[in-house]
C-alpha cells in the first residue's frame, strides 16, 4: 500500500516560476521517508500542494489510494502536517490548540480530551497545558507543533524542517519520538537541511533539485556510493606541510590538523602506516562531513555540472 | 457528524474569542449607543417631534440596533479570519478535512451570534431611554439574523482579500459606516429631496434598516417584503462568492 503516490505534478507560479517539473513519487505506507533537496529546489512546494496549501497546476496526488482532488476529505483525514514555521494562535492555551485541531479532524469532545492529554504528555507538554502558547521556549513550540499534527492519530506524518534552530538535546529527544511514532505504524515524510537528520532517521531517500527528482532510492544503498570518506587528523606534534601518501588525499588545515580524503578501497591501514613512517603521530580522528551530506553536495553538483554542459550546449 | 463537530469547533473557537475580549467587542457599542440615545434621542429629539407618527426616540432605536449588528457582525469575521491569514493558522484549516461550506458556515456563524448579542445590548440600553413594544417578534428577529450574515459574509470575502490589516478597515471606514448613516438611521428618507430619495434607494442598508424598523415600531420607507428579498439576495451571492473564493483559495493558497 503506498502512503503516497504522486504523478506528473506540476507547479508554475504566477510569476512564471516553474517549481515542479512534473515530478513522480511513491511512498510505502509505514516508511520513514526523506525529502531532500537544496533552498528553493521544490520541496516545499511539493508539500505544500500535498497538504492542500498550494494549489498544483497540473498532475495527482494519491494518499492511501485517496485523490486528493476527487476524495479530497478523505485523502486529507489521513495527513498530519509539522509545517516549518510556528502557525498556532499564539493566543490559545496549548490544550486548546489540541482540541481545536481535533475538532477539525471531527474528533469528538471527550475524546479530543483523552487524545490531547496522550500527545502532551508523549511530548513531556503535560504540565504546560493551560500556558498560553506564546508564552513557551522555541523547542516547546515546535513539540506543540508536533502533537498538535498527531492528536488525529494521521497515517501520514509530514514534517517540515520539524529541528529547525532547536538545540542538539532537543532535535534527538524529537529524533527518539519520531523514530517510535514511525515504529507505530505512521509513515514519516521528513524534510530537513540537517543530514545527519536524515541518514540517521529514514529509510528511503529523494533527493529534489530544481523541479525535478535527481534521486529516489533506499538510504543504504545511496550511502554505499560514497567512495570517499573525509576525516580530521588531530596530530601530537606540528607538521610544516601536508605529506604525501600514494592514494590519499591529505591537506594541512592547522598546524596539527590535517583533513584527509580516504578512498574506500585503500581504507585507513595504509594512511596510518604511512603517517607512521614519516613519524607522524595522529592522536584522534573524526568524520569531516556527514557521508549523506557529501553525497548530497555531489549530486546536487554534478545536476548544476550537467545543466550548465547543457547551457553550453544550447 | 464529523462536519458538525468541526463546525461546531470553528463557532466556539469564535464566540470564545470575542467573549474573552468583551471589554473591546461588547462593551463599547453599549456605550457608543447611550451616547446617541441621549445626545440625539433625548436632548435633541424632544425639538424634532415625531418622525411618520413616532416619537424621535423610538424612531431611531431601531437604526442604532442595526447599525450596531451591522458593525459587528462584519468586524468580528473581518478581523478573525484576517487575523487567522496573519498568524497563518489558516493553514491548520486548510490541511484538515473541513468541507469549504463548514469553514464558511462556522466564521459566518461566530459573525451572527456577536451581531445579534451586540444587538441585545443595544435593545437593552434603549430600554432605558423608551419604552418601546416591538411591533412584530419574528419579523424583527428574522431582520437582525439576516443582516448579521449578510455583513458576515461581507466581512469574510474582505478578509479573503485582505493583505494588511489596512485592508480590513477600509470597507468598514470608508463605506459600511457612511452607508449606515446615510441608510435613514435617524431620519426618514421622506425627509430628503426628491433626488436623494431616489439615491438613497440604491443603498441596500436602507432597505434592512426600514424593515427592521417596521418589525420594531411598524413604521417603514418601504416595502419590507422587498427589503426581505434584496437582503436574501445579497446573502445567496455573497454565499456562492465565497465558496468560489475559498475553492480557488483566493488570498489564502499559493
Known amino acids: 500500500m503506498k502512503a503516497l503516490s504522486i504523478r506528473k505534478l506540476q507547479k508554475t507560479y504566477a510569476g512564471g516560476v516553474q517549481a515542479l517539473k512534473g515530478i513522480d513519487l511513491d511512498v510505502e505506507a509505514g516508511d520513514f521517508f526523506a525529502l531532500l533537496g537544496p533552498n528553493g529546489a521544490g520541496k516545499s512546494t511539493a508539500i505544500g500542494i500535498v497538504c492542500s496549501l498550494v494549489n498544483a497546476s497540473s498532475g495527482t496526488v494519491k494518499v492511501f489510494g485517496k485523490d486528493l482532488r476527487g476524495q479530497r476529505e478523505e485523502a486529507k483525514s489521513h495527513i498530519g502536517l509539522v509545517p516549518q ?97 514511525n515504529a ?100 584522534s580522528l573524526k568524520n569531516r562531513t556527514n557521508r549523506l551530506e557529501q553525497l548530497f553536495l555531489d549530486l546536487i553538483d554534478t545536476k548544476a555540472a550537467g545543466d550548465q554542459e547543457f547551457f553550453r550546449a544550447e | 457528524m464529523k462536519y458538525a463537530v468541526a463546525f461546531r469547533t470553528i463557532v466556539a473557537k469564535e464566540v470564545r474569542r470575542f467573549t474573552r475580549i468583551w471589554p473591546q467587542t461588547l462593551l463599547p457599542p453599549a456605550v457608543t449607543t447611550s451616547l446617541y440615545f441621549l445626545i440625539f434621542g433625548t436632548l435633541i429629539g424632544k425639538r424634532i417631534g415625531e418622525v411618520n407618527g413616532a416619537s424621535y426616540m423610538d424612531y431611531i432605536v431601531p437604526g442604532v440596533i442595526l447599525m450596531s449588528v451591522i458593525s459587528h457582525s462584519y468586524a468580528n469575521v473581518v478581523s478573525s479570519f484576517y487575523s487567522t491569514k496573519f498568524q497563518r493558522n489558516i493553514e491548520e484549516l486548510l490541511v484538515s478535512p473541513i468541507p469549504n461550506w463548514v469553514i464558511l458556515g462556522g466564521y459566518v456563524s461566530g459573525g451572527i451570534i456577536r451581531g445579534v448579542l451586540v444587538g441585545c445590548v443595544v435593545l437593552l440600553i434603549s430600554s432605558f431611554f423608551t419604552d418601546l413594544t416591538v411591533h412584530n417578534v419574528w419579523l424583527s428577529a428574522a431582520v437582525v439574523v439576516l443582516t448579521a450574515t449578510l455583513f458576515a459574509l461581507a466581512g469574510f470575502i474582505n478578509a479573503m482579500f485582505a493583505d494588511s490589516f489596512d485592508d480590513i478597515s477600509i470597507i468598514p471606514n470608508f463605506i459600511l459606516t457612511p452607508l449606515s448613516y446615510l441608510g435613514g438611521v435617524f431620519y426618514s428618507v421622506s425627509m430628503l429631496p426628491e433626488i436623494w430619495q431616489k439615491i438613497s434607494l440604491g443603498n441596500p ?50
Request: hydrophobic content about 45%; charged content about 25%.
Open chain 2, 205 to 254: 442598508i436602507l432597505y434592512m434598516i426600514n424593515a427592521f424598523r417596521y418589525g420594531m415600531i411598524g413604521v417603514s420607507d418601504v416595502d419590507v417584503r422587498m427589503a426581505l428579498a434584496i437582503t436574501c439576495g445579497f446573502i445567496v451571492f455573497f454565499t456562492l462568492f465565497s465558496l468560489f473564493l475559498l475553492h480557488k483559495g483566493v488570498g489564502i493558497k499559493t
Open chain 1, 184 to 283: 507505530q505504524g505512521t509513515t514519516i515524510i521528513l524534510t530537513t537541511h540537517y543530514l545527519e537528520e536524515a541518514e540517521n532517521l529514514c529509510r528511503n531517500i529523494a533527493i529534489i533539485d530544481h523541479g525535478e527528482i535527481i534521486e529516489n532510492t533506499d538510504m543504504a544503498g545511496l550511502l554505499t556510493r560514497v567512495h570517499i570518506d573525509h576525516f580530521v587528523l588531530d596530530l601530537a606534534r606540528e607538521v610544516d606541510r601536508a605529506p604525501h601518501i600514494d592514494g590519499y588525499q591529505i591537506e594541512r588545515f592547522a598546524d596539527k590538523i590535517l583533513h584527509v580524503g580516504v578512498p574506500k578501497a585503500n581504507g585507513l591501514n595504509k594512511l596510518f602506516q604511512g603517517l607512521s613512517e614519516k613519524n607522524i603521530e595522529v592522536l
Open chain 1, 85 to 181: 514555521e510556528i502557525n498556532f494562535n499564539q493566543f490559545e492555551t496549548v490544550k486548546n490548540i489540541l482540541l481545536i485541531q481535533a475538532g477539525y479532524y471531527g474528533i469528538p469532545r471527550r475524546e479530543a480530551l483523552q487524545r490531547a492529554e496522550q500527545c502532551l504528555k508523549q511530548m513531556d507538554l503535560w504540565d504546560k497545558r493551560d500556558t498560553v502558547s506564546r508564552r513557551l521556549s522555541g523547542g516547546m513550540k515546535r513539540r506543540v507543533m508536533i502533537a498538535r499534527a498527531l492528536v488525529h492519530a494521521p497515517q501520514l506524518l509530514i514534517l517540515d524542517e520539524p529541528t529547525a534552530g532547536v538545540d542538539i538535546e532537543i532535535r534527538r529527544s524529537m529524533w527518539q519520538l519520531m523514530r517510535e511514532v
